[in-house]
């Protein structure tokens, strides 16, 4: 199935005088015509993420929804991740007022406390290149465990969304621009679930990207305040 890019929360740099409004929302979420994403989608999404965390015994008590939207994570976090407290934070104000998220952007958000996991996505395509690099190293600082990341790129725009729904009015970047960025403090496990570098989860060598080996290397280094722990003994690999 062809994939679509979905707008989550963030003013557009190249229209900063327009809202991200009731008739926006009503057009990229509600009309079951000229919507982007579904609610299934989202708890599709959600349970990947779930799933890979819990298969590489990464627990999650804190989540921090970056450009929540609607909310449509909300309920199926709350599902799968029942004891994780969720944090929307949300720039528009339309969203805020209506769904009472947190104010604020994810290029310069502040936290008492990291999260567990911070999920940020399809909204880094809205911000121009210097604050989406601000974004990124935020997301550095806002996650002590766990990032889901995901944005439109040049190359989905070429060979994978959907143009006649897609939201044009962003911009356009390779996905070498975010790695490059993200690899800073983070590395990938892969479906768009980063660790940090001080992070070590536990995975079979074959579960392993081919970019993310080094994430998965047994180390003498361990994250002083995510207390994964190693099992006496692992169960046989079937």
């Not at 996905?175 to 570098?197: D, E, N, T």
Request: proline share 5%; glycine share 6%; with cysteine.
């Amino acid at each position: 199935m062809t994939a679509r890019s979905r707008r989550a929360g963030e003013r557009s740099p190249k229209n900063r005088d327009a809202a991200f409004d009731a008739a926006y929302f009503q057009r990229y979420y509600f009309s079951r015509r000229t919507r982007v994403v579904t609610a299934a989608e989202m708890r599709a999404r959600a349970a990947l993420i779930a799933a890979i965390l819990r298969q590489t015994q990464i627990p999650v008590g804190r989540i921090l929804d970056a450009g929540c939207g609607i909310g449509l994570l909300r309920a199926p976090f709350a599902k799968l991740l029942p004891r994780a407290a969720y944090t929307g934070l949300e720039a528009s104000a339309y969203l805020c007022e209506h769904y009472g998220w947190t104010s604020g952007s994810v290029a310069d958000y502040r936290a008492r406390r990291a999260y567990d996991l911070v999920v940020c996505y399809d909204v880094l395509q809205y911000l121009s290149d210097r604050d989406a690099a601000r974004a990124i190293a935020n997301l550095g600082r806002l996650s002590r465990a766990a990032l889901y990341v995901s944005a439109l790129t040049s190359e989905d725009w070429r060979d994978n969304c959907d143009r006649s729904l897609t939201d044009r009015d962003v911009h356009l970047r390779p996905a070498a621009w975010y790695r490059r960025r993200l690899s800073a403090a983070f590395r990938h496990l892969g479906f768009g679930v980063w660790i940090r570098r001080n992070v070590r989860p536990i995975c079979w060598e074959l579960e392993r990207s081919r970019g993310a080996v080094k994430a998965c290397a047994i180390s003498n280094r361990r994250a002083p305040h995510v207390p994964v722990r190693r099992p006496p003994s692992r169960p046989a690999h079937r």
